[in-house]
């Protein structure tokens, strides 16, 4: 079981996405458990305040260490790895969501205001991580992203293992077309090939398919995954076609 622990002075931010659909099920399945630690209940000052004006003086406000040294201190164990998210951070990522699938304990603190003090960084975080270069009013959307994408990764979360594998970007380009019922809509139809049966036929137009997709939305990710010699000719074969 992945133990996530997420640190945030607004948790019922998590309280409707945290327990709907497949992260729902996954809880109560006992594949992963998630804690909600409210950082505010780590201040020791008269009106738990956790934040405070930044030294050599600017805008806005930046979180204390007291609190957020405590809170890590409470619920982190042995295995703990603490995620801090940051537009500083390294992008997140396919790869990234199933090396942190690996984990026993993911603590994900997230940041408000103009950020926490440096020695957070420093002494209590082990890793950052952003997920696009763009900056949120904080860190509980990015929590979010991070462990719907990590629980995916999971064994048994999604109703099966073949779900995760053939998504988008888990082999390092972008999932083929789907189609369901009806088999025409519109005068749209569904491809011949996929009424075929023949799964063969089939894998290979899904393939072709997942190629192209990616050559004409994202051919940046063509130069980062290794093809194998039969994707490698697919997709020559592809770029003929659109050349003719």
């Given at each position: 079981?992945?133990?996530?622990?997420?640190?945030?002075?607004?948790?019922?931010?998590?309280?409707?996405?945290?327990?709907?659909?497949?992260?729902?099920?996954?809880?109560?399945?006992?594949?992963?458990?998630?804690?909600?630690?409210?950082?505010?209940?780590?201040?020791?000052?008269?009106?738990?305040?956790?934040?405070?004006?930044?030294?050599?003086?600017?805008?806005?406000?930046?979180?204390?260490?007291?609190?957020?040294?405590?809170?890590?201190?409470?619920?982190?164990?042995?295995?703990?790895?603490?995620?801090?998210?940051?537009?500083?951070?390294?992008?997140?990522?396919?790869?990234?969501?199933?090396?942190?699938?690996?984990?026993?304990?993911?603590?994900?603190?997230?940041?408000?205001?103009?950020?926490?003090?440096?020695?957070?960084?420093?002494?209590?975080?082990?890793?950052?991580?952003s997920i696009g270069?763009?900056?949120?009013?904080?860190?509980?959307?990015?929590?979010?992203?991070?462990?719907?994408?990590?629980?995916?990764?999971?064994?048994?979360?999604?109703?099966?293992?073949?779900?995760?594998?053939?998504?988008?970007?888990?082999?390092?380009?972008?999932?083929?077309?789907?189609?369901?019922?009806?088999?025409?809509?519109?005068?749209?139809?569904?491809?011949?090939?996929?009424?075929?049966?023949?799964?063969?036929?089939?894998?290979a137009w899904r393939?072709?398919?997942?190629?192209?997709?990616?050559?004409?939305?994202?051919?940046?990710?063509?130069?980062?995954?290794?093809?194998?010699?039969?994707?490698?000719?697919?997709?020559?074969?592809?770029?003929?076609?659109?050349?003719?």
């Amino acid at each position: 079981m992945l133990k996530f622990d997420i640190l945030t002075i607004f948790p019922n931010m998590f309280t409707g996405p945290l327990n709907e659909s497949i992260l729902k099920r996954a809880q109560d399945k006992g594949l992963i458990n998630i804690d909600i630690n409210d950082i505010r209940s780590f201040a020791q000052n008269k009106h738990n305040n956790v934040d405070d004006s930044p030294y050599g003086g600017g805008a806005g406000m930046v979180m204390k260490p007291e609190p957020i040294f405590r809170a890590v201190e409470d619920v982190k164990s042995k295995e703990g790895k603490v995620i801090f998210l940051s537009p500083q951070g390294k992008t997140f990522d396919q790869k990234l969501a199933k090396e942190l699938a690996k984990e026993d304990h993911l603590i994900l603190l997230c940041g408000r205001y103009e950020g926490v003090d440096e020695r957070v960084r420093k002494e209590v975080v082990d890793e950052e991580i952003s997920i696009g270069d763009y900056v949120l009013t904080g860190g509980e959307l990015s929590a979010m992203v991070v462990i719907d994408a990590v629980a995916r990764m999971i064994p048994g979360v999604l109703g099966t293992h073949q779900s995760a594998i053939e998504d988008s970007f888990y082999h390092g380009i972008l999932d083929y077309p789907h189609y369901t019922r009806p088999r025409k809509y519109r005068d749209l139809e569904v491809p011949e090939v996929l009424l075929s049966g023949n799964h063969q036929k089939i894998d290979a137009w899904r393939k072709k398919e997942a190629l192209k997709r990616t050559l004409l939305r994202r051919p940046d990710l063509l130069d980062e995954v290794e093809l194998t010699i039969d994707e490698k000719e697919l997709l020559n074969e592809i770029k003929e076609e659109m050349e003719n």
